[in-house]
């Protein structure tokens, strides 16, 4: 019997369900171990000054480390590019969609208004740089929550709209939701893909979880959040990333700005298939030589979790 450890929102739930099916597929007995974490608990402080992207699966990694389950099951996007010790990457799927996309209170139009002063939701300083650089008049505010809660915030707001990741509407048939693709917006590294983590030492589990892993989604998000530990960004870096294959060539688009639109850095690379696993590391380092340490230096500096 395989225990997964899983937060307790539905889109998390979505996701244990689907290694549960994998699992099963494989002929392997599963149970779901629920547990909240802390990014669940607090709903009222910024990401970054709770410790980043951790605060989601902190919980459930010690709870892995102590023998009280046996894989948990993460958003890959929120795993933090180095894994505590003692934890290893057993597992990543295929890919959904990677891109963001707008939600509205109630339409498009505000869109075409040259001048109009639009209000959008986002937590994360990404989306905010990038949505900024292509709509200058707008201004943006934070949000938190899951991904019900935050829709339900917009509808009793008087904000136009919100961003989300295309991925975790489509997961919980919110489609309808979405009004417009954001695909000139570059995503989070590992955007759209579940990872799963065993212990290190669990060679068993690790070699059941093979079963259902994606070489392709694998290398390009190894390729992404390469680019991201690299460049030393955390939670709160407006960082960009997203490498896809095409015709047996791996295409990067990374970005670098700074939270007001001011400063932008952009990298374009693409390889061979088989010479590409360097791409994110390369590109950080043409990020690094255009001044992106100068940027993430200045972001305030992450909580860290002990």
């Known amino acids: 019997m395989i225990r997964i450890g899983t937060r307790k929102s539905k889109l998390a739930l979505w996701q244990a369900y689907k290694v549960q ?46 023998g009280e389950i046996d894989i948990a099951v993460h958003s890959h996007k929120d795993i933090p590019t180095d894994l505590p010790s ?5 597992s990543v799927m295929e890919r959904a969609n990677p891109y963001d996309v707008l939600v509205v209170r109630k339409d498009l139009g505000f869109l075409e ?9 986002t937590s994360s300083n990404r989306r905010k740089s990038q949505w900024l650089d292509r709509y200058h008049n707008h201004s943006t505010c934070d949000i938190r929550g ?31 939701e979405i009004a417009r693709v954001l695909d000139w917006m570059i995503p989070a590294p590992a955007q759209g893909a579940v990872a799963v983590v065993c212990r290190e030492n669990d060679k068993e589990t690790a070699a059941i979880c093979k079963g259902f892993h994606h070489t392709e989604t694998a290398l390009c998000t190894r390729i992404e959040r390469s680019f991201l530990n690299k460049l030393n960004g955390g ?5 960009g990333a997203y490498a896809k294959i095409e ?12 939270p007001n639109a001011e400063i932008k850095i952009e990298v374009t ?9 360097g791409l994110g590391i390369e590109a950080a380092e043409y990020a690094l030589a255009k001044g992106a340490k100068d940027i993430i230096d200045k972001l305030p500096k992450e909580k860290r979790l002990h």
């Open 247 to 258: 015709a047996g060539v791996v295409k990067l688009q990374a970005i670098v700005m700074d």
């Open 146 to 176: 899951n991904v019900q809660t935050r829709i339900k915030k917009l509808r009793a707001s008087k904000w136009d709209g919100a961003i989300f990741a295309a991925a975790g509407l489509q997961r919980l048939e919110l489609d309808h």
């Open 86 to 90: 003692g934890i290893s990457l057993c």
């Open 269 to 277: 690379l693409e390889k061979e298939l088989a010479l590409a696993e």
């Open 113 to 121: 208004e040259k001048n109009y002063a639009g209000l959008i939701a």
């Open 235 to 239: 939670c709160s870096a407006p960082i």
């Open 21 to 66: 099916e994998e699992l099963k597929k494989l002929g392997q007995h599963s149970e779901l171990v629920l547990i909240e974490s802390e990014g669940d608990k607090v709903l009222d402080t910024p990401l970054p000054l709770m410790g980043g992207k951790g605060v989601f699966t902190k919980a459930l990694d010690d709870a892995l480390v102590a």
